[in-house]
Antibody, heavy 122, light 105 residues
């Protein structure tokens, strides 16, 4: 059974870079039908897509975050990673990684990690 | 507008039918997904491509998409269906609705 697990610091200082890694187990990250995505959810608010990556490195980003976001993939480790630069309190959120079923119309997220809370504070 | 509009809250009596809407101009031209999110948990895909159910999702969950609104219908609502529900589509980027809190009375 596919499992995704986010890891990284739970506290980041303002203006610094948020870095998270998602480790995929129970299946390969190198599958043609799937991208791998990051989604976040500020406390008490809704879901916001950050971006998604294919195992080859192709990426798509939310235009509102694109200037601050980098997503990379390491197929040898079956992992993909998120970097968000110049963070502020507005970036405080639970960050989820998820499998993004690119081959399906609508491109659903069909498997999610449990999420990790990242707080931006000095 | 490119936004997806969902009512903030819907209440339904136990065993009755809940209908949650997701509105956008000409949404029928897009494939819509629905996610269930219980408190403290990650979202769970319950409907994709307007009306298809992933394996393991109870058949009381169904979806439709017509005109300017997609609808998630939960027939015979159970107490465990109380959750936040989000719609989502792809339009050169992922777009999520603001979410609806379903309360089971």
């Amino acid at each position: 059974q596919l499992q995704l697990q986010e890891s990284g610091p739970g506290l980041v200082k303002p203006s610094e870079t948020l870095s998270l890694t998602c480790t995929v187990s129970g299946g390969s990250i190198s599958i043609h039908s799937y991208f791998w995505g990051w989604i976040r959810q500020p406390p008490g608010k809704g879901l916001e897509w950050i971006g998604s990556i294919f195992y080859s490195g192709n990426t798509y980003f939310n235009p509102s975050l694109k200037s601050r976001v980098d997503i990379s993939v390491d197929t040898s480790q079956n992992q993909f990673s998120l970097k968000l630069t110049s963070v502020s309190a507005a970036d405080t959120a639970v960050y989820y990684c998820a499998r993004h079923y690119w081959a399906a119309a609508g491109r659903p997220f069909d498997s999610w990690g449990q999420g990790t809370l990242v707080t931006v504070s000095s | 507008s490119s936004e997806l509009i969902q009512p903030l809250s819907v209440s339904v009596a136990l065993g009755q039918t809940a209908r949650l809407t997701c509105e956008r101009e000409d949404i029928r031209s897009k494939a819509v997904q629905w996610y269930q999110q219980k408190t403290g948990q990650a979202p769970l895909l319950v409907i994709y491509k307007d009306k298809d159910r992933p394996s393991g999702v109870p058949d009381r969950f169904s979806g439709s998409n017509s005109g300017n609104a997609a609808t998630l219908t939960i027939s015979g609502v159970q107490a465990e269906d109380e959750a936040d529900y989000y719609c989502q589509l792809w339009d050169n980027r992922v777009i999520f609705g603001g979410g609806t809190k379903l309360t089971v009375l």
